[in-house]
């Protein structure tokens, strides 16, 4: 069973940089993703990781976050610098055994997910 815990949320101020962590992953060779949730609104694919390291990022990041794993110690990392407000919300990491490439970019298809870290960002 996969129990993923999300790790490195908080308050920080416009400008500063976050780095967030999930553990928990029971097979690393797998789609790893970090999503976002607004208040209200429904799970948006942020990245994606591949088994063998390709990333896919949503339009939206603009080439401030960065998606990355150590394989060694099964973490996944979300690196997000220079936050702005709109970038507060709640940031899942999910992953699925079904998916090792061609990670989708859709919330529902990944079967586990953490409860969530919670990042604010304030002017």
């Known amino acids: 069973q996969v129990q993923l815990e999300e790790l490195g949320g908080g308050s920080v101020q416009a400008g500063e940089s976050l780095r967030l962590g999930c553990v928990g992953f029971?097979?690393?060779?797998?789609?790893m993703s970090w999503l976002r949730q607004f208040p209200g609104k429904e799970r948006e694919a942020v990245a994606t990781i591949e088994r063998d390291g390709t990333t896919n990022y949503a339009r939206f990041i603009r080439g401030r976050m960065t998606i990355s794993k150590d394989t060694a110690k099964n973490v996944l990392f979300l690196q997000i610098t220079a936050l702005k407000p709109e970038n507060t919300a709640m940031y899942y990491c999910?992953?699925?055994?079904?998916?090792?490439?061609?990670?989708?970019?859709?919330?529902?298809?990944?079967?586990?997910w953490g409860q969530g870290t919670q990042v604010t960002v304030s002017s």
């Open positions: 999910a992953t699925d055994p079904q998916w090792s490439t061609a990670c989708p970019m859709i919330h529902e298809e990944y079967e586990f």
């Open positions: 029971g097979y690393i060779d797998y789609c």
